[in-house]
């Protein structure tokens, strides 16, 4: 089909152009909002700052077609093959493109908030700085994707592949990890404050000034991971796994690490006023110049922890075991 006998049609009311033929076609800037182009074959078109809204292209043939700055928003691209297309600063919101094919495509600065990207296939993919905020990404696959800076707050995760990611200063307030595994992952200076993490596998896990404020983090394995100036005012930490972990300079105050497991840890000048250690394992630990104002240490265990210019103002030693082995009264 010719362009210009497609937006003839188009301008007289026509609406239904499935599985068209416009491979390699110039549609740039042109209005085809509503039009039916399932299952159109649009390889290598030019569709730059087109018109797309609520077009259905379920199962179309778009790879390398050029969708830059497009206005696909409430589109349907169901099944669609977008491999190596170019979606730069594309217009993608409350889309549907589940199980639709991206690989090797451009995605920088494209807005996909309230999208529906339902198992898609973003393995490697330059995600950085994109806007997938309330995003529905459940079994999506993410691995080795570069998502540094990206606005994921509100996205759902639930059965995500996340091996190999970068997160690095992402946004994902309020997002449910729960039993996730981002073991290794580049999590520094990421916003994960409200986010559920609890019982996810966080183990070695860079978190270097990471905010996590009240952030839920119970029975998380932590085991040496960075968390060198990290924000964690008013985290549930109840039994996790801190283990040989970096907290130095971290904002623990008001945490609740109830039964943590903190051997080894370091928590040189860490924050740590009227948090809750209660049952806490320290053993080995550097809490050297902590913050233990009001902090709660009933039945901790500091055996061999490391206490030098510690702040004790108001703190709770009873029944506490000391660094060389005599129980606090």
Known sequence: MQVEEL?????????????????????????????????????????SRAILTGTNLSGAFLNRADLSFARVNEARLTEADLTKANLKGAYLVKSLLNEAKLSGAILSGVNLSLSNLCGVNLCGADLRGINLRSANLREANLNWANLSGARLSGAQLRGVLLNGVNLRGAYLNGVDLNGVDLDGVNLSDTKLSGANLSGANLSATNLTSAQLRVTLLSRTNLHAANLHKASLTKADLCEANLSKADLSEANLSEADLTGANLNKASLHNADLSWASLREAYLWGANLNVAGMRGTDLSGASLRGAYLESVDWQEAILTGATMPDGTIHE
């Open 7 to 47: 937006l003839s049609q188009y301008a007289a009311g026509e609406r239904d152009f499935r599985e068209a033929n416009l491979i390699g076609v110039n549609l740039e800037r042109a209005n085809l909002a509503g039009a039916n182009l399932s299952g159109a074959y649009l390889s290598a078109a030019n569709l």
